[in-house]
């Protein structure tokens, strides 16, 4: 069994990081911790994408933090909870998944969480999936769960409460969400549950059927959101999420687009640079020492370099520098093979597949997103999304600010 690290002072910077509460208290937890007892937590992910994204990656990183002390830690994929859909701070009920979608979307998650925790060595992560007990249970067992819970407590919640203002439906599945989360609490015997904070019913939920069940305290952690200055979260609905699996170019150039209002905090939750730094990154954008440019890249390169390497993270800053900030073309663009001299633009970007569907060439062209260069000539932007354009040998095509192909015969 690895040994349990009960440095004061990492303790303390492990549970005060990023965090927002620890119920039932910060001085339980940090007392268990000092005690040397070896605990066991988890997070759970729902694969409702292909990917792991940015959010994700902050409560992977706590999970790595304690496993660097020497705790248990499970990295457990939803694929039971995900077919239900979480309904918290949704408007309407998500679209259920089937079990076949859920699992394609989490085939690639080992590998990246694996850039913040380590699944093999003395200590490893274990990976669990919460369809190994859930599948198990018949209606017989979900009553007696159910039980556990009264319907004053879920028709509460914020968003519900606003589906009944607005006449909205509330399904009965979803009330069964929380339940379900809640008993991989009981199933796994866990000290502790980590999440964000918009998380903290689900989990509050976990630690009193696990108290009903095996009269056993859980420890409930909550972590700040990645937010701005005016609160706004970065996230998938707000359309500013970063995936995982982008490619190093692509994750530097996304996080150099973020708002300068959510640097400090992202600092904070995204890298493990040291708080006396960030508190001094803190102070000289607050007195206008420091361009804000500057620590931007400064955090897309740490990102970057979390999750692709030290080496990719040098080349995507590289990349940026002279593709952006000084508008030159990239070296070793992607090269496409035009069959014809003219093409309708609409088809030209799905069949070179810098777009995945005409509707979103579309979007794109509306928002003049999209550029074409004749060779040695300036880039036009194009907002007709009838247009045809001509595909010369040499011809460049631009998507956004990162993405270029040229155009060989």
Partial sequence: MPKVITDKKRIAELLTRG???????????????????????????DPTAPALHIGNAISINKLGQFQALGHEVIFLIGDFTGLIGDPTDKKAARKQMTREEVLANARDYQKQASAYLRFDGDNPAKIMYNSAWNDKLNFKDLIGLASNFTVQKMIQRDMFQERLKEEKPIYLHEFLYPLTQAYDSVVMDVDLEIGGNDQMFNMMCGRDLLKSIKSKEKFVLTLKLLADESGKKMGKTEGNVVFLDKEPEEMYGQIMAWPDGVLIPAFELCTNIPLSEVAEMSIALKEEKINPRDLKMKLAWEVTNMNHGEKKADKAQEYFIKTIQQKELPVDMPTWAALQDKYKLL???????????????????????????????????????????????????????????????
């Fill in 347 to 409: 088809d030209l970007l799905v069949v070179t597949k810098l777009v995945s569907s005409k509707s979103e060439a579309r979007r794109l062209i509306e928002q003049g997103a999209i550029k074409v260069q004749e060779k040695g000539g300036k880039f036009m932007v194009i907002k007709d999304a009838t247009a045809e354009v001509s595909v010369k040998s040499g011809a460049v095509i631009q998507r956004g600010k990162l993405h270029f192909l040229q155009v060989t015969r």
């Fill in 19 to 45: 965090v927002e509460k620890i119920y039932p208290g910060y001085q339980e937890l940090e007392k268990k911790m000092l005690s040397g007892e070896r605990l066991r937590l988890y997070c759970g992910y």
